[in-house]
C-alpha cells in the first residue's frame, strides 16, 4: 500500500498565497470554498500522517517525501510533530 509517497499540489486560483498549513483556518477569507477544501485536506493529511505513525511505531519521519506545500516556513513543522 503506497499512500504518503503523494504529492499534493494545491492552491486555490483566487487565494493563491493562501497555504493552510501555516495560516490556518482563520485566514480564509469570505468563507471561499476552495481556500477551505484545501484546509480540509491539510488537516486530513495530518490526521493520516497520524494514523500511519500509530500503525507502525518504528516509523521514521526523517525519512518522510516532500508532500506539502513548497513554502518552507518553520512554523509548518509544529503542526507535523
Ligand atoms: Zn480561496
Known amino acids: ?33 476552495r481556500c477551505r477544501l484545501l484546509l480540509e485536506i491539510w488537516e486530513a493529511s495530518l490526521c493520516l500522517n497520524g494514523l500511519i505513525r500509530s500503525f507502525d511505531p518504528k516509523y521514521d519521519d526523517l525519512k518522510r517525501p516532500v508532500e506539502k506545500a513548497p513554502a518552507v516556513d518553520p512554523r509548518q513543522m509544529s503542526l507535523i510533530d
Not at 7 to 19: S, V
Open 1 to 33: 500500500m503506497k499512500v504518503r509517497a503523494r504529492k499534493f499540489e494545491g492552491r486555490c486560483a483566487r487565494h493563491k498565497r493562501y497555504n493552510p498549513a501555516v495560516d490556518g483556518p482563520g485566514a480564509i477569507r469570505g468563507g471561499c470554498p
